[in-house]
């Protein structure tokens, strides 16, 4: 069993950053960031393939989120600039073993959620 806890969530303006962190009780190949806004399915973020440093982002953050890890801390990062009202929602950390590690890719362990609010 692998447990995710995320942090670094909040509120902010248009225009602003955030950055949110996962830390994991272990180790696993695949992760990534997920996010559910209020009467929407929960649609993938980014996806970080551990050992290739592979990523796929979703087309609405391309360009503004970056997902990273620090493994000495077994830390996932997104870090999100340019942040929308539209990019508010409830955002989870994934973790499971896919090789591909694609947006489409199935997740075995999730956190429980760290909200995010972005104003006009």
């Known amino acids: 069993q692998v447990q995710l806890v995320e942090s670094g969530g909040g509120s902010v303006q248009a225009g602003g950053s955030l950055r949110l962190a996962c830390a994991a009780s272990?180790?696993?190949?695949?992760m990534g960031w997920f996010r559910q806004a209020p009467g929407k399915e929960r649609e993938a973020v980014a996806t970080?393939?551990?050992?290739?440093?592979?990523?796929y982002y979703h087309n609405s953050v391309s360009g503004r989120f970056a997902i990273s890890q620090d493994n000495a801390k077994n830390t996932l990062y997104l870090q999100m600039n340019s942040l929308k009202p539209e990019d508010t929602a409830v955002y989870y950390c994934?973790?499971?073993?896919?090789?591909?590690?694609?947006?489409?890719?199935?997740?075995?362990?999730w956190g429980q959620g760290i909200q995010v609010t972005v104003s006009s």
């Open positions: 970080l393939r551990r050992a290739s440093l592979s990523t």
């Open positions: 272990a180790y696993t190949g695949c």
């Open positions: 994934a973790a499971g073993s896919s090789r591909q590690c694609t947006l489409s890719s199935p997740f075995s362990y």
